[in-house]
């Protein structure tokens, strides 16, 4: 006889696979009888169970997963939570699955749907453009939670994300109104369809509509550090190149906190003050960078309500009640510690002739 499976087992007890599979994961929904009878069976014929065979009834039943591109961004911490705790109320087990910045989430998420035999998938993270023929091949409901998308687009499949382009824009023309002209911006690629892009072209927009250009000294786009973009030590590394070029501003917009974190210690390396010499400022709105000294002037995004509206958009597809929609949400401005007047307006912010009309976080 070849060696023993979960079939085997199944057969010499009279019970099905998916009885044997509760039996080994010591499910309460089995019979105490049974579950002795098949663990006695177990160690007779020597069996070790086999993780795939054991879930896969469970997964091609109640599993949805999670496709995770830039896992060392701690933003989607607390996403990843939230809808992994809905998906448990609901019955479903959740997969999480950590794209590579070199791979094609697609391609991942296509094989993944083929292995683990899901009920549907949530992006997070990644480009906002993918081949339709390859999209329409996943045959399961899907959305793309956090990607971004451009001003105006609708999509046939469901997108939930904020106006990174106008939020962008709105955190820069908040520096502006604080008399910075020399504004940098350390970001991801700009050529490459994601987030990055659209918060640089928001940073492009609001130079131009103030009559100021974007000057490509001032651009600095990180450098993958292993397969990750979105870490503390790209935003340092990129902050201390801009530093040691000697092209001066006075202010430096992070698409992403953790880029900001980064910069902030790679400044106050260098023997800079913030914000008194550079101001810098972020996006996302993580817990950190409100705990950070000093604390990080953001965009904050509303992580658990864009959590929530991906779940229920996605459940709603799987249980046939809904359409896939398009969900634009609001964020917020949030003005703390790491920004606040040029150097010229210095005098005049403290002597009360310059007012922010923005409310602080």
Same mark, same amino acid.
């Given at each position: 006889?070849?060696?023993?499976? /979960?079939?085997?087992?199944?057969r010499l007890c009279g019970v099905g696979v998916s009885t044997v599979s509760r039996a080994i994961n010591n499910h309460p929904d089995i019979n105490p009888t049974t579950r002795r009878k098949i663990m006695e069976v177990i ?8 993780? #795939? ?16 591109k830039g896992i060392t961004n701690q933003f989607f911490n607390r996403m990843i939570q939230v809808m992994e705790d809905r998906a448990q109320k609901l019955g479903y087990t959740t997969i999480l699955r950590h794209v590579e ?47 971004? $998308? ?17 939020? #962008?824009? *709105?955190?820069?023309? %908040? ?16 050529s490459v369809p994601s987030v990055g892009q659209l918060r640089y072209q928001g940073y492009s927009d609001a130079l131009r509509r103030h009559g100021l250009t974007a000057d490509p000294k001032l651009v600095r786009e990180v ?12 935003? %340092? ?17 992070? /698409? ?17 003050? /913030? ?16 705990? %950070? +000294? ?11 309500? $864009? ?12 249980? *046939?009640?809904? *359409? ?6 609001? +964020? ?10 040029? *150097? ?18």
């Amino acid at each position: 006889m070849g060696e023993t499976t /979960i079939r085997d087992i199944a057969r010499l007890c009279g019970v099905g696979v998916s009885t044997v599979s509760r039996a080994i994961n010591n499910h309460p929904d089995i019979n105490p009888t049974t579950r002795r009878k098949i663990m006695e069976v177990i160690a007779e014929t020597g069996f070790v169970p086999n993780n #795939s065979a054991i879930n896969l009834k469970k997964s091609d039943a109640r599993s949805i997963a999670l496709l995770i591109k830039g896992i060392t961004n701690q933003f989607f911490n607390r996403m990843i939570q939230v809808m992994e705790d809905r998906a448990q109320k609901l019955g479903y087990t959740t997969i999480l699955r950590h794209v590579e910045a070199r791979e094609d989430e697609v391609q991942v998420a296509l094989q993944l749907v083929k292995e683990k035999r899901l009920r549907g998938l949530v992006f997070l993270g990644g480009n906002f453009t993918h081949d339709e023929v390859m999209l329409r091949q996943l045959k399961v409901p899907f959305v793309f939670s956090t990607v971004g $998308m451009p001003q105006g687009e609708q999509t046939w499949y469901a997108n939930v994300a904020v106006d990174d382009r106008l939020e #962008s824009e *709105k955190l820069i023309d %908040y520096l502006i109104g604080q008399g910075h002209r020399r504004i940098a911006i350390i970001t991801d690629a700009v050529s490459v369809p994601s987030v990055g892009q659209l918060r640089y072209q928001g940073y492009s927009d609001a130079l131009r509509r103030h009559g100021l250009t974007a000057d490509p000294k001032l651009v600095r786009e990180v450098v993958p550090n292993g397969n990750e973009h979105y870490t503390i030590e790209n935003g %340092y590394e990129e902050a201390r190149k801009l530093l040691a070029s000697d092209e001066p501003f006075t202010a430096v917009f992070c /698409i992403a906190d953790i880029f900001a974190i980064g910069a902030c210690r790679a400044i106050l390396d260098a023997g800079l003050r /913030i914000p008194e010499d550079i101001s810098v400022t972020g996006y996302d709105g993580i817990a950190i960078g409100n705990f %950070y +000294a000093p604390r990080i002037t953001t965009i904050v995004q509303p992580a658990e309500e $864009m959590a929530e509206e991906t779940i229920r958009l996605l459940f709603d597809m799987i249980g *046939k009640k809904g *359409k896939p929609e398009t969900i634009l949400m609001p +964020a917020e401005l949030a003005v703390r510690e790491s920004s606040g007047p040029a *150097k010229s307006n210095a005098s005049q912010q403290a002597a009360g002739d310059v007012a922010s009309p923005l409310l602080h976080g």
